[in-house]
């Protein structure tokens, strides 16, 4: 799990690159950082180091909403970390300023000779650019490390390549953290992350068997439509709720034995009972106890929780 730094600087955050000035030595990087993974990590730790070296600020320039959903929202995508979750994690690392760009179908169409001259060079105020491995941008993603090296020298910037991070010889992206989360392999994912993965949303009204079996639970609502939900199945998990922090397990998808099949979320807190309908709540996922089951009864059902949640208390001591 990643150590976060002391931060020393607040991140500025800017709405739009309308609303951001340029100055005087930036040391940039772009892309989505969908997750802010250890990969994500390694270019943000290079990047602030490499800003406090030359006597420059660090600039991070992403995208909202992501560019998939614009550009093909006919595909399903399934993302890490909602706009308001990456700025919370970018905040961690050491980063001077954030912009959030907002992305449309006409800026996707910008030449990469143009993202470099008009946005990079004169409205950011690149003098060092660090990217990941295998970064594209522009229109089409025709931009690349290879065109960055042409217009280094031609617009007065220094370009960076990052390698890729290896964990176990298995390169951390995106991707791979969202196919350890669909298998339920979270603790795998966590590792890629470097911290836990977290959902949260708003408290509703369910049909309170929960309550009827000795195990209420808060059923959630997520605030974040294109959140991935991991596998189904029932997790340990960390509720956190006003900055306090309480065990308890999640129940991610159907519940056959009541006669429910639709895919939910449900969590228990083990150790307390609270009221939190219509408030907000988000829970850390640390380990996944066992896939969904059907059981002849209600009693067998009950028995099994209360084994799930002595496994979870256990797990999460």
Not at 29 to 40: I, M, R, Y
Not at 120 to 132: A, E, F, Q, W
Request: glycine residues 8%.
């Amino acid at each position: 799990m990643r150590i976060l730094r002391k931060i020393r600087r607040t991140l500025k955050v800017h709405y739009g690159l309308a609303n951001f000035n340029s100055i005087e030595c930036a040391v940039a990087t772009t892309g989505t950082f969908d997750g802010v993974h250890l990969g994500h990590e390694k270019i943000l730790s290079q990047l602030v180091k490499k800003a406090r070296e030359v006597g420059g600020e660090s600039v991070l320039l992403t995208f909202s909403p992501h560019p998939r959903l614009v550009l093909q929202p006919d595909v399903p995508l399934e993302l890490l970390s909602s706009i308001e979750e990456k700025t919370t994690l970018l905040a961690r690392s050491g980063l001077d300023h954030l912009i959030i760009q907002p992305f449309t179908k006409a800026f996707s169409r910008t030449p990469s000779l143009e993202f470099v001259r008009e946005i990079l060079v004169n409205t950011i105020g690149v003098k060092y650019l660090v990217i990941g491995y295998d970064h594209h941008f522009g229109r089409n993603r025709e931009g690349s490390f290879d065109h960055l090296k042409e217009f280094g020298p031609i617009y007065g910037f220094e370009v960076e390549e990052i390698s890729a991070l290896d964990i176990e010889h298995t390169n951390v992206s995106s991707t791979k953290v969202r196919q350890a989360l669909n298998q339920g392999n979270v603790t795998l994912a966590n590792d890629y992350l470097g911290y836990p993965y977290s959902l949260s949303g708003t408290v509703i009204y369910g049909d309170q068997i929960g309550r009827t079996l000795g195990f209420p639970t808060a059923n959630i609502r997520l605030d974040f439509k294109n959140k991935l939900i991991p596998q189904d199945g029932v997790y340990a998990v960390w509720a956190i709720h006003k900055g306090i922090r309480y065990k308890g397990m999640a129940n991610i998808g159907g519940r056959p034995t009541v006669g429910s099949l639709n895919r939910s979320i449900e969590v228990h807190l083990c150790d307390q009972s609270l009221e939190l309908y219509d408030q907000v709540i988000q829970f850390e996922v640390h380990h996944r106890l066992r896939s969904i089951e059907l059981f002849n009864t209600l009693e067998e059902l009950k028995q099994q929780l209360k084994k799930d949640k002595e496994h979870a208390m256990s797990l999460l001591a």
